[in-house]
């Protein structure tokens, strides 16, 4: 029987998936994709025009899957304070870190192989948004007068135990960065009419 045409294109990104991260995408070579996908180079071609085409879509779903997986951990503690939805992220990540293979921040992997391909980068800078853009949204509720540099210090705590797990091949990265992000937002300087704004609540 034929597979379906989007069959097709997830068996190619979840092959290539597991080939460029554990490899390298250099590395791997076209056919090496299409050999082990088992699906025919004229196939390929009608979903990736190139290798580069497809090494941006790789990235893509990889941050596609990520994103999701966060999000569902954050929601799933609807109920908890902002704090701790926040925090959720960084047990994700000592999920993530903890599973066999990591080998680090594949955007950063990407980016050291592709520093000037457009396309590859325009799939990185994709990547990029998605989590100040949920740490933006969970420090809303706390009402901080110093939201944005929050927002890019947890982010930086997050890249750098991201990177730390891989280079120190250590499993703990992601736990202390849990602890730097607690820090973090005890230090955050309440907006000036937050506590207003709670009194009021209260009458």
């Known amino acids: 029987m034929e597979r379906k045409p989007g069959t097709v294109r ?3 990104l979840e092959t290539a998936d597991r080939l460029f991260y554990a490899t390298g995408i250099h590395a791997v070579g076209i056919d090496r994709v299409i050999a ?3 699906v025919a180079k004229s196939t390929m071609y009608v979903h990736f025009r190139t290798k580069e085409d497809l090494v941006a879509a790789y990235l893509r779903r990889r941050s596609d899957i990520m994103r999701a997986r966060v999000t569902r951990e954050v929601e799933a503690r609807a109920e908890e304070p902002a704090e701790e939805r926040i925090l959720s992220v960084f047990d994700v990540l000592h999920e993530v870190i903890s599973e066999p ?3 680090g921040c594949a955007f950063a992997n990407a980016a050291a192989e592709y520093p000037h391909h457009a396309d590859v980068q325009e799939a990185i800078a994709y990547d990029r948004t998605w989590l100040p853009a949920l740490f933006s949204r969970l420090l809303g509720p706390l009402r901080s007068d110093n939201d944005d540099e929050l927002m890019a210090a947890l982010v ?3 890249d750098g135990a991201n990177a730390a797990a891989h280079l120190d091949d250590s499993k703990k990265s992601a736990r202390i960065a849990r602890k730097t992000a607690e820090l973090l937002l005890a230090t955050r300087k309440p907006a000036p009419n937050s506590n207003r704004t709670a ?4 009458d």
Not at 199 to 202: F, L, S, T
Request: net charge neutral.
């Open 36 to 38: 082990e996908s088992g």
């Open 10 to 12: 997830e068996r190619l």
């Open 156 to 158: 930086q705590v997050y």
């Open 199 to 202: 009194a009021n609540a209260g």
């Open 101 to 103: 293979g990591f080998r």
